[in-house]
């Protein structure tokens, strides 16, 4: 997004003397009764309102954040997330509100960024209009979501969500460059940003725990309005509750295990037996109300259960099907969970009828490979597409619309022995997959053109698994019984660093992003669980326990 002066205009903010005045507790009229001279775009002392809007707000003409108003699931998500709030807004959130930090998550998820860049940007909003699109002034010039006075834009730019979340983040980028915001405190950044009166700058830290709440529930249900990723499958899983905890699960002889952060970015519980099918395969997925649900597929049985609520406690296993070899699971754009599933016969799959509801009966998707290892990856316009890959065949299949059909299976390539997917900053899908010369990959050059296979030089016969890191670079994860080793893109959209040792040999290997956007590795072997994680944004722990070595997994 153009910023026409915005680096010139900071850079002189950030040395000029004093800082931006804020009030607490007066009412609108006294806010506006009898304002000092309007301020200069050099006067920081006036770069925000200087009254904090409150759970009640003023009583002032806000404007729409959607257009389209507030939808049926901003409502839902309000209810949701009121008792988990611990700040002013707690009990207060509505649809309106929601709908306004939906737009903004959703500015943060184009540009690129992580959620902790969204969860800055929400403290921010919480603190300087109460989550409201002020329409009129309430001091000076101050307007919108933000309380950006008229250097900053226009009154109908800083009224769109859009531009006034692009505009504080690169205000953001600016007085932290290098992605540094990363490294410093939620309520920090948002005060070295808007520079309220020093004695009220801990007013963003107040807020700092209930933005991450709400920025992770919109960042991992439908209501971002961004397409929604799979977490990969595998013996190891992990997804990240609405709180933004990450849950893992990793499957062994004795069924399947549990362990989960007992805070957010955190430390893990120890793990926790939970039943289930014996030396499973697991995939995991988000309901669109944020509830996250688990599938264990063995050679007798498919199970599921599933949280009773966002970031609850956890249901009894249900039957889900019978047995088979492989699976993955994955969300339709409008936030029903999608499952398919290998077996001798070949590729079924299974939906869910509403968001967050009942079930339909497994149907076969012909001509997909018997006994095919399975992933999944969403396109930019939020069709998902899925790859099976059997010792001998490479298939594809895709949806023909959002939430729509699926494709004929198209031959992928030849076999091999596993598969990843992941996607660019720009939204194409890149597919990795290993066989007994290395690993290889193939990406989109356009919405529905492929390159050719690229030997990246990898270990042979390798589990695989993505992530992305903050700067949206894919990073892809390989383990085999002897080593494990990992590649990265070197910038957005590029082509892949070498291969770099990431540790010892192992059985199966897989990765989440914790709320802050930091990558954890999850490891198995025959002696437990280990995880390895970013301490920085460059920068890894060794491996460990994961809180006790958890499940022995062949």
């Known amino acids: 997004m153009a910023r026409p002066g915005l680096n010139r205009l900071f850079s002189r903010l950030a040395v000029l003397a004093g800082i931006w005045a804020l009030v607490i507790g007066m009412t609108a009229s006294v806010a506006i009764a009898k304002p000092p001279p309007v301020p200069r775009p050099g006067d920081d002392r006036y770069g925000v309102s200087r009254y904090f809007a409150g759970p009640e707000g003023f009583n002032i003409p806000t404007a729409p954040c959607d257009q389209a108003g507030p939808s049926a699931g901003d409502g839902i998500m309000a209810d949701q997330l009121n008792p988990q709030l611990n700040a002013t807004l707690a009990g207060h959130l509505d649809a309106y509100r929601m709908s306004c930090a939906r737009m903004v998550v959703r500015a943060v998820k184009d540009r690129g960024l992580n959620p902790r860049a969204a969860e800055i940007a929400i403290a921010t909003i919480i603190v300087e209009s109460g989550m409201r699109n002020y329409a009129e002034a309430v001091d000076y010039t101050s307007i919108g979501l933000f309380q950006q006075q008229n250097w900053w834009g226009s009154r109908e730019q800083r009224l769109d969500p859009f531009y006034a979340t692009n505009a504080f983040l690169n205000a953001m980028e600016d007085q932290f460059p290098g992605g540094s915001w990363n490294n410093e405190a939620i309520g920090d950044v948002c005060w070295q940003v808007q520079r309220p009166r020093e004695d009220l700058r801990g007013k963003y830290a107040v807020e700092a725990g209930d933005a991450v709440i709400i920025a992770n529930a919109l960042w991992s249900g439908t209501g971002s309005g961004g ?3 799979p977490y990969a499958s595998g013996q190891v899983v992990s997804g990240r509750s609405a709180d933004g905890r990450l849950e ?18 955190g430390a893990w519980s120890p793990w926790q037996s939970v039943g289930g099918p014996r030396n499973a395969e697991l995939a995991v997925a988000s309901n669109a109300d944020g509830r996250l649900e688990v599938f264990a597929l063995s050679d007798t049985t498919l199970d599921h259960m599933w949280q009773t609520g966002p970031s609850a ?3 009894s296993w249900a039957n889900f099907g019978t047995g088979g070899h492989r699976l993955a699971a994955g969300n339709n754009a409008d936030g029903r969970i999608e499952v398919f599933a290998s077996n001798t016969n070949g590729v079924f799959h299974k939906w869910q009828t509403a968001p967050s509801g009942a079930w339909d009966q497994w149907q076969e ?5 018997a006994n095919a290892r399975l992933a999944m990856e969403t396109a930019p316009d939020g069709r998902l597409e899925v790859f099976a890959l059997s010792d001998l065949v490479f298939r594809h299949l895709y949806q023909t619309g959002v939430n729509g059909g699926w494709s004929a299976w198209e031959d992928f390539g030849t076999g091999g022995h596993d598969v990843a997917t992941s996607y660019n900053q720009d939204g194409r899908l890149e597919v990795f997959a290993s066989n007994p010369n290395g690993v290889f990959h193939r990406w989109q050059t356009g919405p529905s053109s492929w390159s050719e296979w690229t030997d990246t030089s990898g270990i042979a016969n390798a589990a695989l698994s993505t992530s992305r890191t903050v700067d ?14 990992h590649t990265w893109q070197t910038a957005p959209n590029a082509a892949f660093s070498a291969w770099e040792n990431f540790g010892t040999g192992g059985t199966d290997i897989n990765t989440a992003n914790n709320a802050d956007g930091r990558i954890e590795v999850f490891g198995t072997s025959s002696a437990g669980v280990y995880h390895r994680w970013q301490t920085g944004f460059a920068t890894w722990s060794q491996w460990a326990w994961l809180n006790g070595p958890g499940p022995a997994v062949e």
């Open 227 to 229: 397409p929604k990723h």
């Open 248 to 265: 893992a699960f990793a499957a062994g002889a004795d069924g399947v295990f549990h362990s989960w952060q007992t805070e957010v970015n």
């Open 313 to 315: 406690g956890w249901s």
């Open 365 to 369: 998707v012909r001509g997909g490979p």
């Open 472 to 485: 949206g670079r894919v990073e892809v994860f390989a383990i085999n019984a002897d080593t494990a080793s």
